[in-house]
DNA sequence: TGCCGAATTGCAGAAGTCTTCAATTCGGGT
DNA sequence: ACCCGAATTGAAGACTTCTGCAATTCGGCA
């Protein structure tokens, strides 16, 4: 597999790690919204926001066009969804595997 | 939905967003491997492949244990594999797209 | 044309990441 | 105890990303 190719995996996942993006991304996972209105959700200053999306466009997971006096954002592909249950997921995975191990480190104590 | 939590999603996706931790990840999907190993495959320097096995271990992607004298590393939950998968779907779609523009535009020239 | 809100761009300082070096830790074997 | 290879740690400089401000662009509408 080409360097390249991993130098472009590891940009879209970058592209992700960020609270803004990510929050983004989750709303858009309900359909095209307005900049006005993910302003609204997103406590973020305007030009903040608008740096986030164009990392977002950037790298391709969203794509913008006009509508009326509005530019709206969505997701270029469903698969972006996808990506983001994956994560949650391993989250998930990661966080009980922690609380598993501190509730055991409880139930045992140092003698044990 | 609480702030911290968009912070750990983020924190988890910037954990993948680097060539070398990338293609860490993809070795270990095929199972364990040793750091002795990780290195002859991938070209970096051994101090520099520790501190991003240093940066896998901290999100909790990987988990590390001694076999002999060798360190060896795993992944901490399969999700990790499905993950990687969605990446490379929603990578693949994006170059399509762009592809495909790109082809388009070739077929239909400016007056088109 | 001139105005208004919507959205983006440019920029600069602060903050974080990456890479490499040297130094260190850690086990295993003799 | 000593040495050796394996792996990690600490630290510094180069580089990139983040954030907020001011300035700008862009479309729609009177």
Redesign the interface.
């Known amino acids: 597999m080409s ?1 390249p190719l ?14 803004v ?3 983004v991304l989750e709303l858009l996972q309900a359909g095209p919204r307005p900049v006005r209105e993910l302003l609204s959700e997103i406590d973020v200053e305007p030009s903040n926001l608008s740096q986030q999306l164009a990392v977002l466009r950037r ?3 969203v794509v913008s066009f006009r509508d009326g006096g509005l530019v709206m954002y969505a997701l ?2 469903p ?2 969804a ?2 983001l249950a ?6 998930g ?2 966080l009980a ?2 609380d598993g191990l501190l509730a055991e480190l409880n139930a045992h104590p140092p003698a044990g």
């Open positions: 360097v991993y130098q472009a995996k590891a940009e879209m996942f970058r592209t992700l790690g960020h609270p993006r990510i929050r790298t391709g997971v270029s592909t698969d972006v996808e990506l994956a994560g949650r997921r391993i989250l995975a990661v595997d922690r």
